[in-house]
């Protein structure tokens, strides 16, 4: 059993009461909007987002990230990886994989947090275009994701990406993503407490068949718990995946193996639905020997380290930088 680091960092009244009103007017803000699945299409609702419409800033674009294009394993498609590379002289790759319930979302989405990650840790960092639900359900986006890592590990991926694998990391969807790609990793022999410098999971979902704060929240600050379950049913259709089958460890990496992994950061917010997935996952690694740290950050609602949100999303980005600096050397 390896030691498990568990902290809620301190808030002021005054920092919780102005968290708790940016929720509400985010609440508010998502009531508002039209969703994905009240869209006319996936496909047309992702349009909107990365044009800046239906309530959401047009997103930055970093003007040197570039995008190479990879073989699949799983198919006779490619694979986009968008290239962020740092400042200065790069320590490796930090391999990305994106926020979106596995519906929206895409590897061009995050340049502004992910550029902080390039310069302030000096890696390069790579983002997945992995493929999307509901037109590529289960596993696509983990056959996707895993691709993406087995050739940064190759002799060429290291060449071609300037430095040699150092940290998977994701939000939400992604954090799922990062999990199920490294437990893969080590069942396909690599040793990837060895490899690997540490994984970043952050507010992700860990058992598909839903945690109780999933099930129990009431709210819709960026995510309730009724989009939750309409993005993993996008992913997971229950007519090929009822919930029995969602339990299945190639499914939901909480009832997996977790021993063999690298150490890892687990971030969540205290008002996100999924905080559940984040504390239980945590303390389960933990008692596979796996090295955790928990950091749970006062009044953040789902998706915090993405959005413009002031000082509670700083916060989770320091916790970020921070951790990776401690294992990247």
Known sequence: ???????VNECSPEARAERQAINQNLENLTNSQTHWFEAPSAEEYRKWRKEGLNGFPKPFHHPQARVIQIPSDHG?????????PPKGEAKGVF???????????SAAAHDSLLSRIADDLSLVVVSVEYRLA???IFPAAAEDC??????ALSPGGVAELGGRLRVIAGESAGSYLTLSVTIQLRDRGIDVAEKLDAIV?????????????VRSHKRRVIMGSDDAEKFIDAYLPLDKFPLQRRQEIDISPLYNDLSGLPPALFLCG???PLLDDSVFMASRYSLAGSPAELKLVAEACHGFT??????VAEEGIQEVLKFVSRHVK
Do not use: C, K, N
């Not at 059993?1 to 902290?7: G, V």
């Not at 993405?306 to 000082?311: A, E, M, S, V």
């Open 270 to 272: 205290t008002a996100d």
């Open 95 to 105: 391999l990305h994989f994106h926020a979106g319930g596995f519906v929206i979302g």
């Open 134 to 136: 509901p037109e590529h």
């Open 201 to 213: 999971p952050s507010y992700g979902i860990f058992d598909l068949t839903y945690t109780p704060s």
């Open 76 to 84: 006779a498609h490619t694979i986009p990886l968008r290239i962020i």
């Open 306 to 311: 993405i959005f413009p949100l002031g000082d």
């Open 146 to 151: 895993l691709d993406a890592a087995l050739f």
């Open 1 to 7: 059993m390896a030691p498990l680091t568990i902290s």
